[in-house]
C-alpha cells in the first residue's frame, strides 16, 4: 500500500444544540478531514478530533493542521505501508500530536480494510454484529432540563447516561436525576474539574450507584487519581490522562483507575487503541469508547473499534441525527433500541456524501 495523494479539508458543521462541559460551551464545530488516496485511485478517510481551542488538551485543529501539511503528510507520502501498525513506526521520531497523527492512521487503516476486502471491524479483530450506545449529556440551565433530555433519552433506548459535572453542579443534581431514575446505568464526566480537596464532594457520589466518575482530577495525572480511588467505591475512569500503551500501563499498576475510556485520537490512532484495549483485558479491566462530537466519519471509526471484545460498556458513539442536521455519511449512523448495527462493508462501511462535505467545507488542500 502506497499513500500518492493526501487532501485536507477544514470543516464547519453546527451543531443542533449547544453542548456544555466544565471547560465550556460551543456550538459550532471546527475539525479536520482527511483523504488519502493509494496508487490504485481508492479513498481512505480520517478525522481529527482536535477542537479550535485548546480545552481538551493542547492540540487544536490548527496545530493539526500544521503537522499534517509540514511532518506527518511528508512522512508518509509514498512510503510503501503492509500494515497501518507501520505508521507509528513512521511517525516514531514525531513526539506526541497524537490527534494529527490519528487523523491520516485512520485514513490508512479504511485504505488498508478496503484493499482487504473487509471491514474496518474485521481488520481490528472486531467480532460483534452490533454494539451497545449510551449518550453524553452537557451541563444544563436546570435539573429540570436535564431530567427531560434524560426522559427522552431513554425513551429512545440508549442504554447508559453520562451526564457532564462541575463544582456546583454535581451531588444534588445527580441526586435528582438517580431518585427519578433510580435503575438507569448512570455515570459522571468531571472533565478534570475537581482536586482532592474535593474528595468529601467526590466521595458523596458513592451514594447514587453511579458505573463510575471519569476524569475527575487533573488531566494529566495518575498519581492523585489512585488515592482517590482508594478513598471511594465508585470506579474511576481515566480519559484524558490516558495517551498511550504505556500510560495506561502505569495507571492499572498504580491502581489510579478500574476502568479506561479509549478514544482513538487521544491515544494516536487505532493500532495504539487496540494495544490498550489489549492490555486492559489482560488486566479484567473493562474499557468503553468516548466521543469527541465526531462527524459521521470519525463516528464510523469508533463503531469499528468498538467490536472488540473488551468494549463492554456502552459508548458515546450516539446516531448522527443526535447532533447533526444533516451528517456527512451515507447513510447515517442510526441507533435502534440502543444498539447500532456494525456495517460489513469494505473499509469504514459508510459512504462519504462528497456533496455535503464540500457544502460543509471551507478550507481545501491537495499534496502530492
Known sequence: MQIKEVTLRHLQMKLKFPFTTSFGTFQDRDFILLEAKDKNGHSGWGESVAFHSPWYSEETMKTNWHMLEDYLIPALLNQEITHPDEVSEVFSNIRKNNMAKSTIEGAVWDLYSQEQGISLASALGGKKSKIEVG?????????????????????????????????????????????????????????????????????????????????????????????????????????????????????????????????????????????????????????????????????????????????????????????????????????EDGYITVPNKPGIGYEPDLETIESYTIEKKTYK
Not at 468529601?200 to 471519569?214: G, N, P, Q, S, V
Not at 467505591?233 to 495507571?251: F, G, M, N, Q, W
Request: proline residues 4%; hydrophobic residues 40%; charged residues 25%.
Open 135 to 335: 449518550i453524553s449529556i452537557g451541563i444544563q440551565d436546570t435539573a429540570s432540563d436535564l431530567l427531560r433530555i434524560i426522559e427522552k433519552h431513554v425513551e429512545e433506548g440508549y442504554k447508559r447516561m453520562k451526564v457532564k459535572i462541575k463544582p456546583g453542579w454535581d451531588v444534588d443534581v445527580m441526586r435528582e436525576v438517580r431518585k427519578e431514575f433510580p435503575d438507569v446505568p448512570l455515570m459522571a464526566d468531571a472533565n478534570s474539574a475537581y482536586t482532592l480537596k474535593d474528595i468529601d464532594t467526590l466521595k458523596a457520589l458513592d451514594e447514587f450507584d453511579l458505573m463510575m466518575i471519569e476524569q475527575p482530577l487533573a488531566s494529566d495525572d495518575i498519581i492523585d487519581h489512585a488515592k482517590l480511588q482508594q478513598a471511594i467505591s465508585t470506579p474511576v475512569c481515566l480519559d484524558e490522562s490516558i495517551h498511550s500503551y504505556e500510560d495506561a500501563r502505569k495507571a492499572i499498576e498504580l491502581g489510579s483507575c478500574g476502568i479506561i475510556n479509549i478514544k482513538i485520537g487521544r491515544v494516536g490512532g487505532l493500532s495504539e487503541s487496540k494495544r490498550i484495549h489489549d492490555l486492559c483485558e489482560s488486566h479484567h479491566s473493562p474499557v468503553w469508547c468516548g466521543g469527541m462530537l465526531e462527524s459521521g466519519i470519525g463516528r464510523a471509526h469508533n463503531v469499528a473499534l468498538t467490536t472488540l471484545s473488551n468494549f463492554i460498556m456502552p459508548g458515546d458513539t450516539a446516531a448522527s441525527s443526535r447532533y447533526w442536521e444533516k451528517d456527512i455519511i451515507t447513510p447515517e449512523v442510526t441507533v
